[in-house]
């Protein structure tokens, strides 16, 4: 990433990072929002609601709310099954969780939480609601998954699953958005809830075995019989994260060798080292964040981790170190429609539109129809849900695909999947995933990719989101013709909310950030460093242009 690393990044966390658990969770109940100021009141991205407490933009208010906001979009769409819900080993979910119960309650919503007060990540609360709906046409189940992600410690976060058990839509999240902002404009006057112990010991509250019921199915997934013949020694991870208890049963159910590296749990998560910005970030695609496990590389055949709600994946190599999301992606696809025979043989590749074009050779490679989306795991749902894409995948580390017999296993990003493929993978080729990539670059061609980031107005952020192909008046880019300019994905047709231009060689997109005041440049060659930085400066120009309201 083309941006200023911090003296701190890679270094264990200073005491000065590590956040006041105490005054978080107090601000989350003391501190009320200002629902009339935009950056408190609630707001769904891609990944849901996400804030600080100390910034008012994540408080037992929001939380509340959305709540409330959800119990009554379940009644309009008279969706009555259980609500399967989980949270994370970040300090604000537990008492969110807490709060959203004692809503649920009041609501007299069936709500199945985790046995025992376990941690659950993402892919559990998935595979969970899938498993209720399996041939059912009522009744039907839905989840709530109280995680921020990988943000930092301070941070609290809060996803809705309706009954296809991935991401909600945008039409779903702006009307439970809405309400929830309706709400807290009226004092929360509306909001039905009853006090926590009485929620916890409601009738319509029932324990569930998320832990059991995942771990037990791994093995439609994963070919454990391969990686336990062929003795691959692993290493895992957790961060610290909701999977931290998952791990051990794997490795004892399926006798396989995995080593847990840490099952710490700690809300300032003071173990981690320093991200690339200077804050602690539970990221496993980042090498400054995954220096521990990149320490130990040599002490396994391959090594992975998981971010804080394991829904994206982290993998290292003897051969290679930490692996770029991209790469892994791309020798992972290589690798399941080689060896997942029962898939349909129609089913197609999916990526979002910023990740790398060396998935679309493999594609072309395999034969696959490649499915090419705007970012959001949301827009792969459907089709992993009905088995026509066997793979969804997102360059930011996030990816789901099929059960080993074409049949759905989740529609929201699953890390720990990916993380075991990387062991099954090397159980069977001679090398490990970074070694597999070295042999995909040399007959596919090698791409070099680079991200950059930049302030943008509101207004200009709207201005780039509304940027036309007709606007870049351009032919070529960094000596190349260029063969395509878009605004809508090649997949579906939808919005990507900025463009994408491409030559034979390489690539750009640019969007504004859906969370930040900042717009973003993905670019990509497959020449070497000098082509990505010509398509970078010219991205950049075409881009500014666009701000500046002119065309390019």
């Given at each position: ?75 309009g ?47 559990a ?61 009226g ?24 832990l059991d ?52 749990v ?62 892994y ?34 594609a072309r ?17 459907d ?28 529609t ?141």
């Amino acid at each position: 990433m083309s941006t200023t690393i911090s003296p701190l990044a890679g270094k264990p966390a200073p005491a000065s990072l590590l956040v006041d658990v105490s005054k978080l969770l107090a601000a989350y109940a003391d501190l009320r929002p200002d629902p009339s100021l935009p950056a408190q009141q609630v707001a769904f991205g891609t990944s849901g609601h996400r804030g600080s407490s100390f910034e008012r933009s994540f408080n037992e208010w929001h939380v509340l709310a959305i709540s409330q906001a959800i119990c009554e979009y379940r009644k309009g769409k008279q969706i009555n099954g259980p609500l399967y819900i989980g949270f994370d080993t970040h300090a604000l979910s537990q008492p969110a969780f807490e709060s959203a119960l004692e809503v649920l309650a009041a609501n007299g919503v069936e709500t199945m939480i985790a046995r025992g007060g376990e941690f659950t990540p993402t892919p559990a609360v998935s595979h969970a609601i899938l498993g209720h709906n399996h041939r059912r046409n009522s009744g039907l189940a839905d989840g709530i998954v109280v995680t921020p992600s990988h943000n930092p410690p301070d941070n609290g976060g809060f996803k809705y699953n309706p009954p296809n058990g991935g991401p909600a839509d945008v039409n779903i999240t702006d009307w439970i958005q809405d309400r929830a902002n309706a709400l807290m404009r009226g004092g929360l006057k509306e909001v039905r809830r009853v006090p926590f112990t009485q929620a916890r010991h409601a009738s319509t509250t029932h324990e569930f075995d998320f832990l059991d019921t995942y771990v037990g199915d791994l093995g439609s997934m994963i070919d454990f019989d391969a990686i336990r013949g062929a003795g691959i020694h692993m290493g895992v991870d957790p961060l610290g994260g909701a999977g931290v208890h998952y791990w051990a049963p794997i490795a004892e159910r399926y006798r396989i060798d995995l080593t847990v590296v840490s099952e710490e749990v700690d809300p300032q998560f003071g173990f981690m080292s320093v991200d690339w910005d200077g804050k602690i970030r539970m990221d496993p695609s980042s090498s400054y964040a995954m220096q521990r496990l990149i320490g130990l590389k040599s002490q396994y055949d391959v090594a992975f981790a998981c971010d804080t709600d394991h829904d994206r994946h982290g993998i290292v190599t003897r051969s290679s170190g930490l692996m770029v999301p991209n790469h892994y992606l791309s020798v992972l696809i290589d690798y399941l429609f080689h060896h997942r025979p029962q898939w349909n043989a129609k089913a197609a590749v999916g990526k979002t539109l910023v990740s790398t074009a060396l998935i679309d050779r493999v594609a072309r490679r395999l034969g696959r129809r490649l499915y090419e989306v705007p970012v959001g795991f949301k827009w792969f749902v459907d089709g992993l849900l009905d088995g026509s894409l066997g793979f969804g995948g997102e360059e930011s580390a996030g990816a789901s695909c099929l059960r080993r017999n074409g049949e759905v296993w989740t529609t929201d990003k699953d890390g720990i999947v990916p993380a075991l493929l990387s062991a099954e993978i090397t159980a069977r080729h001679e090398g490990d995933p970074g070694e597999r990539y070295r042999a995909l670059v040399q007959a596919l061609g090698e791409p070099v990719a680079d991200r950059v980031e930049a302030p943008a107005t509101a207004e200009q952020k709207a201005r780039l989101s509304r940027l036309s192909p007709k606007q870049v008046q351009s032919t070529a880019l960094a000596g190349e013709k260029i063969e395509s300019v878009i605004d809508r994905a090649p997949g579906n047709n939808a919005p990507i909310g900025g463009i994408k231009v491409s030559t034979a060689n390489g690539w750009f997109a640019a969007r504004p950030s859906g969370t930040e005041d900042i717009y973003k440049i993905y670019a990509e060659s497959f020449r070497d460093g000098a082509h990505l930085q010509s398509i970078l400066q010219e991205a950049q120009q075409i881009v500014d242009a666009a701000l500046k309201g002119s065309a390019a």
